[in-house]
C-alpha cells in the first residue's frame, strides 16, 4: 500500500464520507470498462472527465474521483476503498479475516467462529472476505493479517505425507 493510497483514504476517513458511496464508485468504475477507460485517458480532458463525474457518481465520492481523474490515479481506486474499510473497521474494533473454504460453512458455524476469533483477539466483530478455494480439497483456512489457521483437507494431507516420509526414512 502506498502513501498516496493511505492518504487518500485518511482524507476520506477523516471527512466521515459514507463507504457505501465509495465503494458504489468503485463498483462503478468496474462496472462500466467504458467509463474507466474514459476516465483514465490521458487523451481526454479533465473538464470532460469532471462532467462525467458529475453525472455518474454520487455526490460524496466527487470529489474524490475528480480528484484521481486530475492526478492520472483512479487506478488506486480499489486500494483506496480497501484502506479506508481498513480505517472504519480499526475505529470499530472489527477484525478483518479473509476465510478460504471449498464449500461455505453454515452462518451457524460462521457465527461461532466469529465468537472464539472476537475473545481470542478482543474485537467486538469480524468481518469475513470469503473466498472459495478448491485446492483446500475440504475443510477451510482463515488468514488474518500475517496469521493462517489452516484446517483443510490439503494441509493434513501434506503432514500425513510428511509423517509418512519420516518413517520411511527409519
Request: net charge neutral; with cysteine.
Amino acid at each position: 500500500m502506498t502513501q498516496a493510497v493511505i492518504n487518500y483514504a485518511t482524507v476520506l476517513f477523516e471527512a466521515k464520507t459514507p463507504i457505501e458511496e465509495i465503494k458504489q464508485a468503485h463498483k462503478l468504475c468496474e462496472d462500466y470498462e467504458q467509463v474507466k477507460k474514459i476516465l483514465s485517458s490521458p487523451a481526454v480532458h479533465f473538464e470532460e472527465k469532471k462532467r462525467l463525474v458529475e453525472k455518474l457518481f454520487p455526490e460524496s465520492a466527487r470529489a474524490l474521483m475528480a480528484t484521481l481523474c486530475k492526478n492520472g490515479s483512479l487506478a488506486l481506486l480499489p486500494e483506496i476503498v480497501s484502506a479506508y474499510q481498513s480505517l472504519i473497521f480499526k475505529q470499530d474494533d472489527v477484525l478483518e479475516a479473509t476465510f478460504y473454504y471449498v464449500t461455505k460453512p453454515t452462518q451457524e458455524r460462521i457465527d461461532e467462529l466469529k465468537d472464539n476469533l472476537c475473545k481470542k483477539y478482543h474485537k467486538t466483530d469480524v468481518s469475513f472476505t470469503f473466498i472459495q478455494e478448491p485446492e483446500l480439497v475440504g475443510g477451510f483456512m482463515i488468514r488474518i493479517g500475517n496469521r493462517e489457521y489452516d484446517y483443510s483437507l490439503s494441509r493434513q494431507i501434506t503432514k500425513m505425507r510428511q509423517v509418512l516420509n519420516r518413517t520411511e526414512v527409519k
